[in-house]
């Protein structure tokens, strides 16, 4: 039996003990891909609420961040939300599990699509709390420049520095399906940028996109491989309630991928990972009813086992 890299052994490994992640979502964020800069509408399965759930209890606000827009009258209620939401986490892991080092993970929305003195102020204010070793940083490869990767790199020099990089897929013509807004010459350039000023770089894998077989799901795995990440994350394709893809599955032109081809999916994927590159994520999902399909995504518990179980048949410990 082999134990799998995953993200929790590697820090385990570098700290000596287990690290948590707090995940962080700020008002006003949002995306070229949502704003109109670069599309419109945002990626066909995305509905950002679903995955901001420390935003639901927010007051919403309708200012939103650019990068070319240098006022931002948000950043000192952002800053108390970010210390709250921060603050509010820590307290349940520490006294659920013991937690003592924390990295600050910067989750819902496009979080370098803001003014690069906001960008600096929030990851300096999150990097000045007790106990944090670093910070994560979830973003897309059209939404981040030289200025905020040379910054990074100089906060990379004593902390640990993630960025988070959607890359979906390799094929641009599913790209386009998903009104994604780039192709893959885009996220290959600034995973490169990334990469040559030593930041570390976890990319986002999406299994069972429309008109995608398993051979261009693995091809786009071995292909994000080439480039050198230091993290994979894997998520099935789902279908909540309030997206573009809710009109394709209602009208029979998008079937969700099956949990058997999923798991196969994963399984070869795991099996195809250099001993360098760290799991983050297997599986995604939500549990309440904004889930349309497929259903075996409502209980990740259930996932999860499946999963265990599977990699176990392959000898392999997750």
Known sequence: MINLNTIGRYWKDKYGEKVYKIPISITGFTCPNIDGTVAKG?????????????????????????????????????????????????????????????????????NTYAPFETLKALYE?????????????????????????DYLEELNKTKEIWVEYGIQT?????????????????????????????????????????????????????????????????????????????????????????????LDTLVKSIKMLPSSVSISRVTAGISDDSLLSPMWCNNKHRQMFNIKQALLKEGLIY
């Not at 939300?81 to 986490?89: A, D, I, N």
């Not at 910070?135 to 490869?141: A, K």
């Not at 279908?239 to 573009?244: E, F, S, W």
Request: charged share 25%; proline share 4%.
């Open 42 to 110: 945002g990626c066909t399965f995305c509905e950002n609420d679903s995955f901001a759930p420390n935003l639901q209890k927010e007051k919403k606000t309708d200012f939103k961040l650019h990068p070319d827009n240098p006022s931002n009258p948000l950043l000192g209620s952002q800053l108390l939300q970010l210390q709250s939401q921060f603050e509010t986490t820590k307290e349940n892991l520490t006294n659920k599990f013991g937690a003592k080092k924390f990295i600050v993970y910067f989750q819902s929305f496009t």
């Open 125 to 149: 204010k999150a990097l000045s709390f007790d106990n944090v070793i670093g910070l994560s940083i979830g973003t897309r490869t059209d939404s981040i420049t030289d200025e905020t990767l």
């Open 170 to 262: 390799i094929y641009d013509s599913t790209l386009e399906k998903i009104n994604r807004g780039h192709d893959f010459a885009n996220i290959k350039e600034w995973i490169i940028k990334t990469k040559d000023r030593n930041l570390l770089v976890c990319g986002h894998m999406i299994f069972g996109l429309p008109g995608e077989d398993q051979e261009m799901m693995l091809k786009s795995v071995e292909e994000s491989l080439k480039l050198n990440i230091d993290s994979i994350k894997f998520h099935p394709l789902y279908v909540v309630k309030n997206t573009m893809l809710t009109k394709d599955f209602k009208d029979g032109l998008f079937t969700p991928i099956d949990e058997e081809l999923y």
